[in-house]
């Protein structure tokens, strides 16, 4: 006899008693070299928030915990250009990406700077317990390496400073990675190496360099397969691995950074950063074991919390080979429960590049009178980066929010508040409420799954407010509508999310569990909606290489 599957649990009007779970999300670290343009919240930072908020509203309790990237080389490069130490430009840049993802309503519950207290202190003992346990377990080496030196800049020509063709794919490539493959690699495979910044001609010197022992390749490519990690992401961990031999450069010869001991040679030797992600995941489980009240670290074997990063397709190497092939090494701590990879987000059909300008800085979104962010949210989020590379069409935008949301949702939203306003509506009926049920499972799936999907989270949202009847039947019809629009649009259009649910009569965020209580509008509507924008709203967010640019 065949046992048919347990039906799930109902998402709405779940008991306040049941049980949440504790989640750690944690996005990519930027580096505070500069603020945030659109490609940095089309992907790690959007996903991780529609996340968040979905879990919130369902009842369980998500920490979305990150940092800035303060010892990424090109903070070097950015201290050279500017004639400015690196941590005070650390300093300041990390306080104005805090306000860029304020500004966009990413929500993050603890924003780390590594290289001030009270976290200096707490990582640099994090990256001494880790390096003791990888070298009592034999997962530290020493090997010789060539690396380009400039005597005229006095310094190695690593990282920003040396750019050449990509060894695996050709492409042009700098620093230690490839963008067109999401290859890693060390300075003496790039092809056609040649100095940036003024640096060079190049030397080539060998060095001593630390290593470390990643997991067995058999545990790692299980791994991967269980995250769903696309077969061209593995095929870039697996053809780096073999050729480093199952290991990933731990230290680099640099100044800017952690030190590690040396080998009396007088080359300086500091954390590689993308090693030191593998620490600072360690220091974010720390912070979330403090601040949910767990007492543990997230990444400890048993802690009962879900681990998600989201990553672009530059960091795939270093958050699959640094941490969760490390972890794996370590012993002592679970990887990552999911990782989620997007390709990145063009504009106009072109990489956003902040060395040519070719950017939407977030911060000129958010002076905007007329841009939205619930519009430019709702139209980011529709894209499909787990698949692969998108772009943001000026055009496209403007036909968007005019034609979706100013021309059919806000007309809507308000026939509704007029047809409901102060009036205590009758329960909802089981029909629309088993469709409410539908959509938000639908949701579910795209944002808490293995691999997430925004768009799809979005269609969600648009297959409920697309089903509005043309006349509301009855104040309570109209009511209920809403109220399902309030929480379906919540985990992408928060701002729209939250001020239905509050003029609806609920307090604070929109919460399942409190969903089919009914309570009483607000008297009068009021309701803020979508406006029309044209091009030229646009036009001054827009960088010169724009084709709608300003004259």
Known sequence: MT?????????IGVPGTTRPRHY????????????????HIAGPFLRLDMLGRFLRMRGDLPLVITGSDVYEPYMTFKAAAEGRPEERIAAEYHALIAEDLDAMDIGVDRFINPREEPWRKAFEEEVGACLRRLRHRRAVVERREHVPYSRSAARYAVGPWLAGRCPDCGSEASSYFCEGCGGHFRPENLL??????????????????????????????????????RPRFREAVERFLAREGGTVRLSAPQEWGVALEGDGSGVPRTLFPYAGIFMFARLMGAVHGEMSGTGVNAFDPGSGVTTVTSVGIDNVIPTMVCIVGTALRHGGMKPYDRVLVNDFYLLEGAKFSTSRRHVVWVADLARSPRIGTDAVRYFLAATRLEDGPESMEPEAFVEVNNTRLAGLLTPRVRAASAACADVLPEPMGTDRLARLEELLRRQETALDGVVAVTADAVTAFDLWWREAPGEWVSPSH??????GTAVLAFPVMPRLGRRLWEWLGGAGEPRLAAFPHPTRPRATPGIPGFEPVNLGDLAPVLPASSRHAPA
């Open 478 to 483: 109209a009511y209920w509508w809403l109220k």
């Open 192 to 229: 056609e190496p040649r100095g940036l910044g003024g640096v060079g001609p190049l030397e080539w010197r060998e060095i001593s360099t630390l290593f470390l022992k990643t997991a067995e390749p058999g545990a790692l490519r299980l791994r991967m397969a269980e995250m769903k990690l």
């Open 3 to 11: 046992v048919p599957p347990a039906s799930p649990a109902p998402l």
């Open 24 to 39: 750690l999300l944690a996005p990519s670290e930027p580096t505070p070299n500069g603020r945030l343009h659109l490609g």
